[in-house]
């Protein structure tokens, strides 16, 4: 059986294609979100964020930033989703048949939010979201780790500056950004956060993680499984996204709410909405 460090091994080593399977497994749960607008018979498509599709109850929603829904989506005719790349799709959902719960809005928002939630989506389009992606489950309790292995913390998103666009198309890529598995949670007011330091000058990262803004926070368990001799692993939501910072060097702080303020979140969400 592979050790905690043969394991570590694999998994930071690009060509070994761990990293690609954990980012494509967890794009599975994410979705890019653009705010789709009319004018006479002219359709416009705005970039608004990320979201992560989650289930609450029977509840199926996108749970993202808060300032993507009212800043961007909100005041749209249709919201707008990816679903399968290198599909060209187009399966818009009408912005009111988004039905919006979390946190009270605060008078102005700034780098401690509240900045959280749950857009519950339609019975009617919930079929065709899952012929292409998955829900999580956030209900499901959190299993103690038995075997050993490694951690691993990802931020999902899709950076604006990646996106090639017209003004009625749009091409965007899901990433998967490799962050310090030490981070941890903190506490401020009624609320939890969690920030990740990038450095914004290395290959393939932009340089701007606008865009990621709602995107989820996920820790991800790798180890050998017992069963088939082959890495595995168990992903958990710990956070979303939701502001930047930028530091005088090349760095920005990515700050997130943590797992507390999205189980506080959860509670707004009706259990049995029909």
């Known amino acids: 059986m592979r050790s905690p460090e043969e394991i570590k091994a694999t998994l930071e080593n690009a060509k070994s294609g761990l990293q690609e399977s954990l980012v494509r497994s967890l794009g599975t749960y994410t979705v890019a979100l653009f705010a789709i607008?009319?004018?006479?018979?002219?359709?416009?498509?705005?970039?608004?964020?990320?979201?992560?599709l989650v289930t609450?109850?029977?509840c199926d929603c996108i749970l993202t930033a808060a300032h993507v829904w009212h800043d961007g989506l909100k005041s749209s005719s249709?919201?707008?989703?990816t679903l399968k790349e290198d599909v060209e799709h187009r399966c818009p959902i009408e912005a009111k048949a988004l039905i919006?719960?979390?946190?009270?809005?605060?008078p102005k928002w700034n780098e401690w939010g509240p900045d959280l939630v749950f857009l519950r989506i339609p019975m009617n389009h919930i079929g065709g979201i899952k012929a292409f992606k998955s829900f999580y489950p956030l209900d499901k309790s959190r299993?103690?780790?038995e075997l050993d292995g490694v951690e691993a913390l990802l931020l999902m998103g899709a950076p604006g500056e990646f996106e090639k666009h017209t003004p009625t198309r749009s091409e965007l890529n899901i990433n998967g950004f490799f962050s310090d598995?030490?981070?941890?949670?903190?506490?401020?007011?009624?609320?939890d956060f969690v920030d990740l330091r990038e450095e914004v000058n290395l290959p393939g990262l932009p340089k701007d993680f606008g865009g990621v803004s709602g995107g989820g926070l996920w820790r991800v368990r790798v180890f050998e499984s017992?069963?088939?001799?082959?890495?595995?692993?168990?992903s958990f939501l710990e956070g979303v996204a939701f502001y930047q910072l930028k530091l005088a060097d090349p760095h920005i702080i990515i700050r997130c709410h943590g797992q507390d303020t999205i189980r506080t979140a959860m509670k707004e969400v009706p259990l049995n909405l029909k």
């Open 78 to 81: 249709h919201v707008g989703k």
């Open 226 to 234: 017992p069963k088939t001799a082959k890495i595995d692993w168990l």
């Open 181 to 191: 598995v030490n981070a941890e949670p903190y506490v401020r007011g009624d609320f």
């Open 37 to 52: 607008t009319s004018s006479g018979d002219a359709e416009r498509l705005h970039f608004s964020g990320t979201g992560t």
């Open 143 to 145: 299993p103690k780790p």
């Open 56 to 58: 609450v109850g029977n």
């Open 100 to 106: 919006p719960f979390g946190p009270p809005i605060p």
